[in-house]
């Protein structure tokens, strides 16, 4: 067990809509980075939040968004959801600014029909 | 060119074998170096990490960097049929997110 949770584990939803994936980070970490994993595919970094603020970003749709809240969790939101965005959504927390190690957390398995 | 380029696989070994599974970088800025483990739909796992050239062991897993060739490598020894995983060496970026490669499936067969 790493210390990260994701809530939910899966997601159903059909195309069109939005949902929110929440993570969150182990005890005492800033960091949080969201992960997108596709099918067959490789993990695609989307985002990275520092004790609150966006640090950077990746190949993050304009249709996704995400945030840190105060006390360090982090929210995903996915909206006018289409087929090709079923995929595992993992975060991963790190403890400080320049911390390299990152911990995974269990991810959300989002399914859109 | 890929920052990080890994044996693509499968690999498929008997059990108690010696894995070696095998990574280059081409920036020379790329100074730490990490090994995933991710089972199959599973978050991926920190395996070990290390800075220096040189070897890392930690149980049956040794990390081994080779700075000058810009090569790195996991050896499993006393496989066993739990190692069967995907493992990823990825590259971390300026704001240390981290790059992954399509990594290197094992199946340790009993």
């Known amino acids: 067990d790493s210390g990260v949770t994701q809530t939910p584990k899966h997601l159903i939803t059909a195309t069109g809509q939005r949902v929110t994936l929440r993570c969150s980070p182990r005890?005492?970490?800033?960091?949080v980075y969201w992960y997108q994993q596709s099918l067959d595919q490789g993990l695609q970094f989307l985002i990275q939040?520092?004790?609150?603020?966006?640090?950077a970003k990746g190949n993050i749709l304009e249709r996704f968004s995400a945030q840190q809240f105060p006390d360090l969790h982090s929210e995903l939101n996915l909206s006018s959801l289409e087929l090709g965005d079923s995929a595992l959504y993992f975060c991963a927390s790190s403890g400080y600014m320049g911390s390299y190690e990152q911990y995974f957390g269990p991810g959300t398995r989002l399914t859109v029909t | 060119q890929k920052e990080v380029e890994q044996d693509p696989g499968p690999l498929s070994v008997p059990e108690g074998a010696i894995v070696s599974l095998n990574c280059t970088y081409s920036n020379s800025a790329f100074q730490y170096f990490m090994w995933y483990r991710q089972y199959s739909r599973k978050g991926p796992e920190l395996l070990m990490y290390t800075y220096s050239s040189g070897n890392k062991e930690d149980g049956r897993f040794t990390a081994q960097v080779d700075k000058s060739s810009k090569y790195i490598s996991l050896f499993i020894r006393d496989s066993q049929p739990s190692d069967s995983a995907t493992y990823l060496c990825p590259f971390s970026g300026s704001a240390r997110q981290l790059t992954f490669g399509s990594g290197t499936q094992l199946t340790v067969l009993p």
């Open positions: 005890s005492g970490d800033l960091s």
């Open positions: 939040y520092y004790n609150g603020e966006e640090r």
